[in-house]
T-cell receptor
Framework: AQSVTQLGSHVSVSEGALVLLRCNYSSSVPPYLFWYVQYPNQGLQLLLKYTTGATLVKGINGFEAEFKKSETSFHLTKPSAHMSDAAEYFCAVSSNYQLIWGAGTKLIIKP | DGGITQSPKYLFRKEGQNVTLSCEQNLNHDAMYWYRQDPGQGLRLIYYSQIVNDFQKGDIAEGYSVSREKKESFPLTVTSAQKNPTAFYLC????????????FGEGSRLTVL
């Protein structure tokens, strides 16, 4: 069965610092991988996705993620954090047209 | 503007009452989904529908019911059989060929008193 693990329920970084949110998955087939963002009391919004091809994927708001098959990882990064990045981030893997979700990581930005 | 509209945004009900959450989309998407979100647990799938007049149970369907009479609409009823209904409910839709790329509504927060 496929699964997704997000390391750290909360991650705190200073404004301007590197953001790194970790996601590891297990999958018996080549995965489709996704990152979503959720602002307080709102729905989720797709940040970026990996299906096939280039392993470094760029998304909205300056985020990017790299698919590393050997490490079964799909970590999300952003070079410089902004206060507006404070939100909860979810990693997901596609399985039989459904999504398997990680538990989410809350990103806290310190001024 | 195209999108998904959920209503109501906040809902309070007494124990033992059924409640229905509305979800409407004008994106012309075939697939629609209902998720439940609880703190620290991510999203759990309640029901999904890939076509009108057909729907399937997700991981936590017990105590919930849905209908899909129109492509645009996928209402969720939280019945009195649901043991712990207080939660944030999210509706989403997708183009079937691009499953995994979900468009979400803004959610409905249900509190049972």
């Amino acid at each position: 069965a496929q699964s997704v693990t997000q390391l750290g329920s909360h991650v705190s970084v200073s404004e301007g610092a590197l953001v790194l949110l970790r996601c590891n998955y297990s999958s018996s087939v080549p995965p489709y991988l996704f990152w979503y963002v959720q602002y307080p009391n709102q729905g989720l919004q797709l940040l970026l996705k990996y299906t096939t091809g280039a392993t470094l994927v760029k998304g909205i708001n300056g985020f990017e993620a790299e698919f590393k098959k050997s490490e079964t990882s799909f970590h999300l990064t952003k070079p410089s954090a902004h206060m507006s990045d404070a939100a909860e981030y979810f990693c997901a893997v596609s399985s039989n047209y459904q999504l398997i979700w990680g538990a989410g990581t809350k990103l806290i930005i310190k001024p | 503007d195209g999108g998904i509209t959920q209503s109501p945004k906040y809902l309070f009900r007494k124990e033992g009452q059924n409640v229905t959450l509305s979800c409407e989309q004008n994106l012309n998407h075939d697939a629609m989904y209902w998720y439940r979100q609880d703190p620290g647990q991510g999203l759990r799938l309640i029901y999904y529908s890939q076509i009108v007049n057909d729907f399937q149970k997700g991981d936590i369907a017990e105590g919930y019911s849905v209908s899909r009479e129109k492509k645009e609409s996928f209402p969720l009823t939280v019945t009195s059989a649901q043991k712990n209904p207080t939660a944030f409910y999210l509706c989403a839709s997708s183009i079937e060929e691009r499953a995994g790329e979900l468009f979400f509504g803004e959610g409905s927060r249900l509190t049972v008193l």
